[in-house]
């Protein structure tokens, strides 16, 4: 009887050790995630809380009103990107052997919206619903292994993914700590356009356990300017420059390809710079062109928009490149399109977007530099310039055309070089994640 009493208060015993036990890890794990989220993005990372400003308000002080953020940023890691900084601290043999031993890690979209990550990567392994994107290896400081990218999670994959990237959907349901293990904002949208009181706001974005986007002030950030490393080194080889018509060929006119007119005042500047100068559209926004009329060898053209669209570029000498507010960082497509197509870009935008241009301000022609001396613009003297500019022999348009002459990119200036060579984050997300679920198993 004493024998069974006792094996009977053994078992209670063990139960209670094992609930102790596991509302320990339960704690200690929820104390870890609240951690990583105030590291991720603490009150000197948030985004700027000041209202960046739009295009077509005034130009005085251009981007006074968001403060770039003295915040320093991490040293570069698995994919010339970043890492959040409690994952450099040095860990167990135990986990850096579990980390070693995932090479598999599972990133999905969340429904309804999904992910356009796998289109970031063109090497990338295409397969059904989704990509395989090989991480580390040779050269990074983490090992090789590989990033499943599905396009489209299922309710399943979702819980039990290491990674639930959203865009534009609800946000990801946290199951647990490690379910999935990581719930990532993704957004390249400026703040304005997130809306500084909702998706842009601390509150939403702590909801996560990470956010991407362009602002430099986060551990994981991307740029545009990565994005076309392969056109920058092509003009370093003199290749790029070999399907540019010659200047005097190109028409004397402004092309613009924008849809949304009212997004952060365009129209206006359309507007304005149509009356003093040709204009040729060939979006919504004001639309004067076709270019099924006007180049149908370019609406002719396989691969959709883009090609097409650079096509046309190729025979203008001016391209509008307007970003939708001047805020810090957010560098488009839009000034990028322009310069690999040959023309001179006519830019505004980000305060700052010299450290992402090749050779800084010197390779575009700056809107607020025509400042008519009460916040507006002077597109009288833009005109002039423009004029100016049509002549090949111009010492200005041989200053603006200096870039596309460089053999090394240290010509094109360290910030913008930085830039270039930053890589898309998404492989450093992966690897966190599996630092994460290894670092919380050892919990």
Not at 48 to 56: A, E, I, V
Not at 85 to 110: F, R
Not at 141 to 146: D, G, I, L, N, R
Not at 152 to 163: F, L, N, T, V, Y
């Amino acid at each position: 009887m004493i024998r069974k009493r006792l094996a009977a208060l053994q078992r209670r015993m063990s139960v209670v050790v094992s609930v102790v036990t596991f509302t320990a890890v339960i704690v200690l794990m929820s104390w870890h995630r609240s951690t990583v989220q105030r590291e991720v993005l603490s009150p000197t990372q948030q985004p700027p809380t000041q209202r960046p400003q739009q295009l077509g308000e005034s130009h005085s002080g251009n981007g006074a009103e968001v403060p770039l953020l003295s915040v320093e940023k991490p040293q570069s890691s698995v994919h010339g990107a970043t890492r959040d900084a409690h994952l450099d601290s040095t860990a167990s043999p135990a986990i850096e052997s579990c980390v070693a031993a995932k090479k598999d890690v599972l990133l999905v979209g969340n429904r309804p919206v999904g992910t356009y990550l796998c289109s970031y990567f063109p090497t990338a392994k295409i397969i059904s619903g989704g990509c395989k994107l090989p991480c580390g290896g040779s050269g990074s400081t983490t090992s090789p292994f590989t990033c499943t990218i599905l396009n489209m999670g299922s309710s399943s994959q979702m819980k039990s993914a290491d990674i639930v990237v959203n865009h534009h959907g609800p946000i990801p349901t946290k199951f647990s700590p490690l379910e999935p293990v990581i719930t990532l904002f993704y957004s390249g949208e400026s703040n304005v356009s997130e809306g500084l009181k909702k998706k842009a706001s601390h509150a939403y974005q702590i909801k996560y356990d990470n956010v991407v986007s362009f602002h430099q002030h986060r551990p994981w950030y991307f740029t545009w300017t990565n994005r076309f490393e392969g056109e920058f080194r092509a003009v370093l080889a003199g290749t790029l420059q070999k399907d540019w018509p010659a200047w005097e060929k190109r028409r004397n006119a402004v092309a613009i390809f924008v849809s949304r007119c009212k997004k952060g005042g365009r129209e206006r500047v359309i507007q304005a710079l149509k009356d003093v100068y040709p204009v040729h559209s060939f979006g919504k926004c004001f639309n004067t062109h076709r270019i099924e009329n006007e180049f149908p060898k370019c609406a002719a053209l396989p691969g959709g928009r883009y090609p097409q669209k650079l096509c046309v570029f190729n025979q203008y000498k001016y391209i509008l490149a307007l970003d939708n507010t001047r805020e810090l960082d957010y560098v488009t497509e839009k000034v990028y399109h322009a310069l690999v197509a040959g023309a001179v870009p006519i830019y505004d935008g980000a305060p700052n977007a010299d450290k992402f241009l090749p050779g800084g301000w010197g390779s575009v022609v700056r809107l607020s530099d025509f400042d008519d001396g009460s916040g507006g613009t002077d597109y009288l003297r833009l005109q002039r310039t423009l004029q100016e500019l049509e002549h090949v022999e111009s010492p200005k348009l041989e200053g603006l055309k200096e870039w596309t002459k460089a053999t090394s990119e240290e010509a094109w200036g360290d910030e913008f070089v930085a830039n270039l060579h930053h890589g898309e984050p998404t492989c450093d997300v992966c690897d966190a994640a599996r630092r994460k679920k290894c670092e919380g198993a050892a919990l």
